[in-house]
């Protein structure tokens, strides 16, 4: 059986490190909200596959996200999409049972993501070094930079 753990790490970064991280998870989420508008004019699309074919390469060009980077704001967008899609159908569902005579309003405008949250994946954008050091893809993704944790 395979076992996640997740850990939380407080990173020690260099000022310019520091600045390559902002950028990077500033980069991301302008991503999102690009995607999302994008989702949202295509009737609410909640397909990760159909929305990163809309919206890769305009990622890659216009952020300058890295590859799976990239891969990830579609899927993430697309995961917001479908719970909101959820959220509707038991709506109707509570109105016709008589549970709420309101009409769920989250998808009457595009999903805004505001958090700096940056989805990694292992081995693709970190990595574990020795010395208690991590490898972390950044914004300028010819740039990896080598961090060090408390």
Same mark, same amino acid.
Not at 20 to 37: E, F, G, I, K, P
Not at 74 to 94: C, D, E, F, H, I
């Given at each position: ?9 407080? %990173?020690? !970064? ?9 950028? #990077? #998870?500033? +980069? ?16 609410? %699309?909640?397909?990760?596959?159909? !929305? ?23 899927? &993430?967008?697309?995961?917001? /999409?479908?719970?909101?899609? #959820?959220?509707?159908? &038991? ?7 008589? /549970? ?6 989250? !998808?009457?405008? +595009? ?8 989805? !990694? ?14 490898? %972390? ?14």
């Amino acid at each position: 059986m395979k076992q996640v753990i997740t850990a939380k790490l407080k %990173l020690k !970064l260099t000022s310019e490190q520091k600045q390559s991280v902002r950028q #990077t #998870t500033l +980069a991301y989420r302008d991503a999102m909200n690009y995607a999302s508008q994008v989702a949202f004019v295509n009737n609410k %699309l909640s397909s990760a596959v159909k !929305l990163q074919k809309l919206v890769y390469y305009d990622i890659r060009e216009k952020f300058n996200l890295p590859a799976q980077m990239s891969c990830n704001v579609p899927r &993430q967008v697309a995961a917001t /999409y479908k719970s909101l899609w #959820t959220k509707v159908k &038991q709506n109707v569902n509570n109105i016709k049972k008589g /549970y709420t005579k309101k009409r769920y309003k989250g !998808l009457d405008q +595009a999903p805004k993501f505001i958090s700096r949250t940056t989805t !990694l994946n292992y081995q693709r954008d970190y990595s574990f070094k020795t010395n208690r050091a991590v490898s %972390l893809n950044t914004f300028r993704w010819s740039d990896c930079c080598t961090l060090r944790w408390l």
